[in-house]
């Protein structure tokens, strides 16, 4: 009885570690524009790029470059500009003349 009782707590404790660990990565990726910590969860580039680019003035060219940066990335700043803090290696794309690569 006691080793039935004994794996039982062990099982039930097990039952929770996992859910503690799918939650917390349900938290980090519900924003859609993190880095993803806990798997390799690919963000859908389309989207977040036309929304990226919907106020551009050029907007053949924002998705290109949109489309080229969140494939390196996997993130996508919110908002139509700026914001680039919240996705460095966003931040860090540069064209060979060191102009910002990503819109």
């Known amino acids: 009885m006691a080793i039935s009782k004994c794996f039982l ?3 039930i404790s097990s039952f929770l570690f996992i859910s ?3 939650a917390h990565e349900k938290i980090i990726n519900t924003n859609g524009i993190g880095e993803y910590a806990l798997g390799d969860v690919k ?3 389309g989207a977040e790029c036309s929304r990226r680019c919907s106020l551009s ?3 053949n060219l924002c998705h290109r470059a ?3 940066c969140c494939a390196r990335c996997n ?3 919110p908002g139509t ?3 680039d803090e919240v996705c460095p290696c966003w931040a860090n794309q540069t064209t060979h ?3 910002k690569k990503c819109p």
């Open 9 to 11: 707590a062990c099982l």
């Open 81 to 83: 500009a700026g914001n």
């Open 43 to 45: 963000i859908d580039c």
């Open 75 to 77: 993130c996508v700043p």
């Open 20 to 22: 503690m660990i799918q």
């Open 97 to 99: 003349g060191g102009r």
């Open 57 to 59: 003035s050029r907007p």
């Open 66 to 68: 949109c489309g080229t």
